[in-house]
C-alpha cells in the first residue's frame, strides 16, 4: 500500500474538499495506492502578494509535518505555487512533490517551449517565481490570463463561461506565442483540463494529478529529495510551528 497526502492550501470543509478531490478522476492510479487530502488549519485569502507567499509558505508547512509519522510514503501540494514544498523537504525524508514544477519539467520533455493558461494576472509571480527557482524560465514561451476572478474554495463552479475563454488564451499561446505545450496554472482549474485537451492539438498538463503519479513512482523507487540541496535544521522547532497554525486557526475563527 502506498499512502499519499494532498494538502489543500485553504481551510475547506467537506464539500469544498470533495472538489479538489475531483482530480482524482483523471489521475487512474494503481491498486493499492491511497491518496487523502487534507486542508490548511488558515490560509491567506488569495496569493497575490509576498505578504500571501509567506503564510502560504508555513501554513501548508504546517500542515505536511507529520505525513511521515502518520504512515504516508509521500507528500503532494495542491497548489502550483508549489508553497511549503522546500521548508517540507527539509523535514521530510519522503517525496514532496509540488504540482509546479513537475508539470513545468514535463512540459520540457514534451516539446520545447511551454505556455500557462491561466484565471487572472495577480497570479503571473507564482509561476515566475518557481520556473526562476528551477531554472526554466527561458523554456516558458508566455503566459495568458482571461482575467476572471479565481474561486479557490468552489473552483470553476457558476463559472461556465470561462472555458471559451481559457480555449481562447491557451490557442493564442500556442498561434501566436510559439507554445507546444500548454500547462494549467492553478490545479484549482482541474475541471477546464478535459475541455481544453479535447479542442487543441497539443499536449495540455493537468498538474494535479501529474503530481500523484510522480509521488507514487518516487515513492516505488525509493528516491526523495537530496540532502545536499534540502539540508535538515540542525534544531527543529515543529512544535512552535503548530502553536503558531493552532493560534492562527483561532484567530480566523473569531473573525
Avoid at 509576498?50 to 504546517?62: G, K, N, R, S, T
Avoid at 479557490?152 to 493564442?172: T, V
Avoid at 479542442?199 to 515513492?219: C, K, R
Wanted: proline share 7%; glycine share 6%; net charge negative.
Amino acid at each position: 500500500m502506498t499512502r499519499i497526502l494532498v494538502l489543500a492550501p485553504f481551510p475547506l470543509d467537506a464539500e469544498q474538499l470533495a472538489l479538489r478531490a475531483k482530480q482524482l478522476d483523471a489521475a487512474p492510479l494503481p491498486d493499492g495506492v491511497e491518496v487523502d487530502f487534507k486542508p490548511t488549519k488558515a490560509a491567506p485569502a488569495n496569493y497575490v502578494s509576498h505578504h500571501d507567499y509567506v503564510i502560504a509558505d508555513m501554513v501548508l508547512f504546517e500542515s505536511g509535518l507529520q505525513a511521515q509519522a502518520d504512515g504516508y510514503d509521500a507528500v503532494c501540494i495542491d497548489t502550483v505555487s508549489d508553497s511549503g514544498v522546500n521548508a517540507l523537504r527539509s523535514m521530510l525524508d519522503i517525496p514532496v512533490i509540488g504540482p509546479g514544477r513537475s508539470q513545468y519539467t514535463l512540459a520540457c520533455m514534451l516539446g520545447r517551449r511551454f505556455g500557462i493558461v491561466t484565471m487572472w494576472k495577480q497570479w503571473f509571480p507564482i509561476y515566475e517565481k518557481v520556473l526562476s527557482e528551477i531554472g526554466l524560465t527561458d523554456r516558458c514561451a508566455g503566459i495568458r490570463s482571461i482575467d476572471v476572478t479565481p474561486d479557490n474554495r468552489n473552483l470553476l463552479a457558476g463559472k461556465d463561461h470561462a472555458l471559451p475563454l481559457l480555449l481562447e488564451a491557451a490557442r493564442a499561446l500556442v498561434s501566436e506565442d510559439g507554445a507546444d505545450v500548454i500547462c494549467l496554472g492553478s490545479t484549482t482549474m482541474h475541471e477546464a483540463h478535459a475541455h481544453l485537451q479535447e479542442n487543441l492539438d497539443v499536449p495540455v498538463i493537468n498538474p494535479g494529478p501529474l503530481s500523484y503519479f510522480i509521488a507514487e513512482a518516487l515513492a516505488d523507487l525509493g528516491l526523495t529529495q537530496s540532502r545536499s540541496t534540502y539540508p535538515s535544521p540542525q534544531v527543529a522547532k515543529p512544535e512552535m510551528v503548530h502553536a503558531m497554525l493552532d493560534a492562527a486557526a483561532r484567530t480566523e475563527a473569531g473573525s
